[in-house]
């Protein structure tokens, strides 16, 4: 009386088939989280890509393509094939490509496949051979400068001058 219907194998309709499809290509531009706080460790700018403006990063850059502008981070990694236009700020820069504009570094690598047009500015630089370079290099130093017997020492306070009544002061 109640049974239930049991279609047989062949009264089932099969799905349709799946088409195949080319493998997905990796997003040019990546953001990846290490940190607990939700906050990016690094991104990627990826081969191909082309960004017009200045890039004020938070972050560790990584950059493949291209950038026309500015770049301020706390650490650069530049690809072989990378061209950036525009001045460099970073704790830490390691250059492959070709970077027109200054460079300003604490610790700064310029690897051999690296072309740079500007002038440089560093802490601590490692230059491989091979590497060309068409600018002037000027290291920054948080050392206080050495003062020879001639040098007048402004930051010593000056003596204390007290004036008694009915003296005039020179």
Excluded: W
């Excluded at 349709?16 to 460790?41: D, L, W």
């Excluded at 820069?93 to 310029?110: F, H, R, W, Y």
């Excluded at 690897?111 to 440089?120: H, K, Q, Y």
């Amino acid at each position: 009386m109640f049974s239930k219907f049991k279609p047989s194998p062949e009264s089932e309709p099969t799905p349709p088939p799946v088409p195949k499809s080319a493998p997905a290509e990796q997003a040019p531009v990546v953001a990846r989280n290490n940190h607990s706080n939700n906050q990016p460790s690094f991104s990627v700018i990826g081969d191909g890509i082309v960004i017009t403006g200045n890039i004020d990063a938070k972050v560790d850059l990584h950059i493949d393509g291209e950038v026309i502008g500015d770049i301020k981070c706390q650490s650069l990694v530049q690809g072989p094939s990378s061209k950036i236009q525009g001045s460099i700020i970073a704790d830490n820069a390691n250059l492959s490509g070709s970077v027109e504009g200054s460079i300003e570094a604490g610790d700064l690598v310029i690897n051999s496949s690296a072309r740079i047009g500007g002038d440089v500015s560093y802490e601590n630089v490692k230059i491989e051979q091979g590497a060309q370079v068409d600018g002037r290099f000027k290291h920054k130093s948080n050392r206080t400068p050495h003062l020879n017997k001639n040098t007048l020492d402004v930051s010593a306070k000056a003596p204390s001058l007290e004036l008694t009544s009915g003296e005039k002061a020179a």
